[in-house]
């Protein structure tokens, strides 16, 4: 019996070892094909558990290491593994800090407590029909229930480390699925909408997040990023995820058509899905902070205050020619497929595409996330935004992620995510206050 112990233990350390050690290579190895991308992009943000994982392999085989040489390999590896796999937590206190001074520059010194409070005093706005003789609706503030259960409060921390293993809790929220807001061209088009959590007894509108989905303009739907969704939802946000038709079977600008009707029809239907449409932002990832950029940043029916941008493409011509190495995704033929050529064949179209075309005058405050190590969309572009947008008086916030690849947030409770997630609920406590 313990010869059969010794030997499921050694095999165990092999399989903990390796397991590990190639799950930790992808922190510094760049994903060379699609396929292979999930491994680059979950690498980071699971690198907790990753430092549990090599520390157990290399106590394990430091036990064997001394009867037996193939653990002595296993021991080194799981050093060296346990060594890259704390890059990312090394790291975090200088991309905070960062962080923190950004916020601080762009949004005043006092903007935690500005945040703080608005977060607090974040109350519904009822839309009351006004006396028979009055042609207009009046506004009013409606206090909370006090029997309602209070909102929960922005994260306390940065970084929670019980949440890298357990995964940030939720809170119930109210739910719309398959509301259809058009149909061009025949295509059906649908929101999705997170209410939060209390129902009042007169209708009440919230400040709103409009959600784009990413995708390379190609893939997705309005209830990607649910876990987003739902959270901001329970702080008191009416979040609206919105669908929008795909290249290339519909090339640009149907995209940025859609995102305008999906607009257009949350501002005519705003009490029904309790949109508070004076304290609107619009958030997206990738592809969907490609247009989330380009409808806030032009003349808009709808005022927008504030832009989440979550590694979205900036200028199309420049991401066309300076290609990131990897180029897992193949960028030349996404670009091509959204926009129908190459910029040789669309210069016009391309430019009318780029974002970074249309910072010429002072915009909505915008807060700019990208990864350190994204290989579908630089960092580098987001940078030139930011600094393109400060030129121009506009209010931006800049966070870059050193240790994370395109996509990070699909990992909610990852490390990367959990910073980004800090701020974007800060930064959107500060703009919709």
């Keep these: 019996m313990p010869n059969l112990f ?237 669908d929008y038709r795909h290249a290339p079977r519909y090339p640009f600008p149907a995209q940025l058509e859609d995102v305008r009707s999906a607009l257009t029809y949350i501002q005519q239907h705003a009490e029904a899905l309790e949109v508070d449409v004076t304290r609107l932002a619009l958030m997206g990832r990738s592809a969907g902070a490609h247009l989330a950029m380009l409808a806030a940043y032009q003349p808009s029916s709808i005022a927008v205050r504030a832009v989440v941008n979550y590694y979205g493409p900036v200028d199309l011509t420049k991401g066309y020619y300076d290609l990131p190495n990897p180029d897992p995704i193949n960028s030349r033929a996404v670009l091509k497929a959204l926009l129908g050529g190459s910029p040789e064949q669309f210069p016009a179209l391309y430019r009318q595409a780029s974002p970074s075309e249309l910072i010429n005058k002072p915009l909505p405050t915008s807060l700019l996330v990208y990864g350190g190590r994204d290989h579908l969309v630089q960092a580098k572009f987001g940078r030139s935004l930011y600094d393109r947008l400060q030129a121009t008086g506009s209010r931006a916030v800049w966070l870059e992620i050193p240790w994370a690849e395109h996509a990070f947030d699909k990992v909610f409770n990852g490390v990367s995510n959990q910073l980004a997630l800090y701020y974007t609920e800060r930064f959107l406590a500060w703009t919709l206050r």
């Excluded at 992808?26 to 994903?31: C, E, G, L, M």
């Excluded at 006090?146 to 929220?173: N, T």
């Excluded at 919230?206 to 989905?213: G, H, L, Q, R, S």
């Design 6 to 242: 010794n030997a499921l233990l050694e095999g165990l350390t092999l399989l903990i070892g390796g397991v590990a050690f190639f799950l930790t290579a992808w922190i510094v190895v760049p994903a060379p094909t699609f396929a292979l991308l999930p491994l680059g992009v979950g690498a980071p943000e699971i690198s907790p558990g990753l430092i549990v994982a090599n520390a157990i392999a290399a106590l394990l085989a430091l036990w064997y290491a001394r009867k037996q040489w193939q653990f002595r390999v296993v021991l080194a590896c799981s050093l060296f593994s346990l060594t890259i796999s704390t890059l990312p937590l090394s790291q975090f206190p200088a991309a905070n800090q960062q962080a923190a001074k950004s916020m601080e520059m762009a949004l005043g010194a006092d903007y935690l407590s500005v945040s703080q409070l608005s977060a607090l005093l974040r109350l519904p706005i009822a839309r009351a029909q006004a006396s028979a003789g009055k042609a207009s609706e009046q506004i009013t503030s409606v206090a909370v229930d006090e029997a309602s259960k209070p909102e929960p409060p922005m994260r306390s921390q940065p970084f929670v480390l019980i949440d890298a293993f357990r995964g940030i809790p939720e809170e119930p929220v109210r739910m719309s699925t398959a509301i259809p807001f058009a149909a061009p061209d025949g295509v059906p088009l649908t929101l999705t909408v997170y209410h939060p959590p209390q129902v009042d007894k007169q209708l009440a509108l919230y400040p709103t997040i409009v959600v784009i989905y990413g995708g390379a303009w190609q893939r997705g739907s309005p209830n990607d990023d649910a876990p987003f969704s739902r959270y901001m939802a329970a702080r008191g946000y009416t979040v609206v995820a919105i």
